[in-house]
C-alpha cells in the first residue's frame, strides 16, 4: 500500500514514511524507505537512520510507487519467468536453476547495473552501447502481462508440489532460514569491494 492512500488525512502526515523490508527481515538486510508526497525530507532522512542504526540497508525511494521497488523487480522476473514456461520456452524448474545457479548467485553480492559495469571492457558506458539494442529488442517482445492461472499455474504449482510437498513448506522454510543466516554471516565477512 502506498503511503498516501493512508496518511493524507493524518495530522502529522509530514512524518509519515513506508518501511517495507524483505522476508525475513532478520537475515535480509534491504528495507526501502518509501515517502508520500507530503512526507518531510527530515522525516525520510530520520528513518533511513534508524533503519542503518538497527543494522538494516536502507534503500531510498526518491517517491513512492505502486509496488515498491523490490516487488517491481520481482514481479517482472515472476512474469518472464511464466511468459517463458506459457510460451513452451522452457520450464518451471529451468527458472528457478537459472537464478539458484546463475542470476542468483552473482546477484547475491553485486547488483544488475553493478554486473553490467563489469561485463563489457570499458563498463557500463561500453555496455549500453554493445547491448542497449538487443536489450531494447527483446523487452519488446515482452508483451502485456499474463495472470498466474490455467495450464501453466497447473504445471508450476505441480513442480513446486512435487519438489516442495505442501505439507513440508516449514521444514524447507526452517532450512531456507538456516541457508539465509549462513548467507548473512559470510556477507559480514566478505572482503569489501574495491572501488
Given at each position: 500500500i502506498m503511503p498516501s492512500q493512508f496518511t493524507?488525512?493524518?495530522t502529522h502526515r509530514?512524518?509519515?514514511?513506508?518501511?517495507?523490508?524483505?522476508?525475513p527481515p532478520h537475515y535480509c538486510p534491504a528495507v526501502e524507505v518509501i515517502p508520500s508526497p507530503w512526507t518531510l525530507p527530515e522525516s525520510q532522512a530520520r528513518a533511513?537512520?534508524?533503519m542503518q542504526d538497527i543494522g538494516m540497508k536502507p534503500v531510498v525511494a526518491k517517491k513512492e510507487c505502486d509496488g515498491f521497488?523490490?516487488?517491481?523487480?520481482?514481479?517482472a522476473?515472476?512474469?518472464?519467468?511464466w511468459r517463458l514456461i506459457q510460451d513452451g520456452v522452457c520450464d518451471a524448474k529451468d527458472i528457478d536453476t537459472v537464478m539458484t545457479a546463475g542470476l542468483g548467485i552473482r546477484w547475491s553480492f553485486i547488483g544488475p547495473f553493478e554486473t553490467a559495469h563489469l561485463n563489457a571492457p570499458d563498463g557500463m558506458r561500453d555496455y549500453a552501447e554493445r547491448y542497449s539494442a538487443g536489450i531494447?529488442?527483446?523487452?519488446?517482445?515482452?508483451?502485456?502481462?499474463r495472470p498466474f492461472e490455467g495450464p501453466t499455474l497447473d504445471q508450476v504449482a505441480g513442480y513446486l508440489e512435487g519438489e516442495m510437498p505442501v505439507e513440508k513448506l516449514g521444514?524447507?522454510?526452517?532450512?531456507?532460514?538456516?541457508v539465509l543466516k549462513d548467507?548473512?554471516?559470510?556477507?559480514?565477512?566478505m572482503p569489501e569491494r574495491p572501488s
Open positions: 493524507e488525512s493524518l509530514g512524518n509519515c514514511v513506508v518501511c517495507h523490508p524483505v522476508n533511513v537512520q534508524v521497488i523490490l516487488n517491481r523487480l520481482q514481479y522476473v515472476l512474469q518472464e519467468g531494447v529488442r527483446v523487452s519488446e517482445s515482452f508483451g502485456r502481462p521444514e524447507v522454510r526452517e532450512w531456507r532460514d538456516k548467507m548473512a554471516i559470510f556477507r559480514q565477512n
